[in-house]
């Protein structure tokens, strides 16, 4: 049985996931945080995943070397036993076509990076409050 909700992290930027994991930490959002710098370990991971214990919702850059965000999302909403996983797309991309595409691929959610830390913290609250509460 799963004690604390699992979020999965994924950016190519190591700075990037810190500061995402951070911005959780700071509205005292207590869970279980893990890193990966691409899709493919994305993917790794959650293969290797039992059932009763899948991640409580994945962070996804889009723009990732090896199998980028795209690749990974529609891997992971096509997949009989992973669809049911919440993903949220958290890239730089404002582009109408990014956002088209991601919902077009099953995500739960796109959201723009913004720009100061003050407004990652509200984001990250919200995603918390809406996802995981």
């Not at 493919?40 to 199998?67: I, Q």
């Not at 996983?85 to 109408?96: A, K």
């Not at 076509?97 to 990652?120: E, H, M, Q, W």
Request: glycine share 4%.
């Amino acid at each position: 049985m799963k004690l604390k909700h699992q979020i999965l992290i994924v950016d190519d930027d190591a700075d990037d996931r810190e500061i995402i994991k951070d911005a959780f930490v700071a509205s005292q959002q207590d869970y279980e945080y893990i890193f990966f710098e691409n899709g493919d370990k994305l993917m790794d991971y959650l293969n290797s995943c039992d059932e009763n214990n899948f991640p409580s919702l994945v962070m996804l850059d889009l723009n990732m070397p090896g199998k980028d965000g795209r690749a990974s999302l529609k891997e992971i909403k096509t997949d009989k036993r992973l669809h049911i996983i919440p993903v949220i797309v958290f890239t730089t991309s404002s582009s109408q076509r990014d956002k088209t595409i991601s919902y077009d691929f099953g995500a739960n959610c796109f959201v723009t990076k913004p720009d100061t830390f003050n407004n990652l913290a509200d984001i990250t609250a919200c995603i918390a409050k809406l996802w995981l509460k």
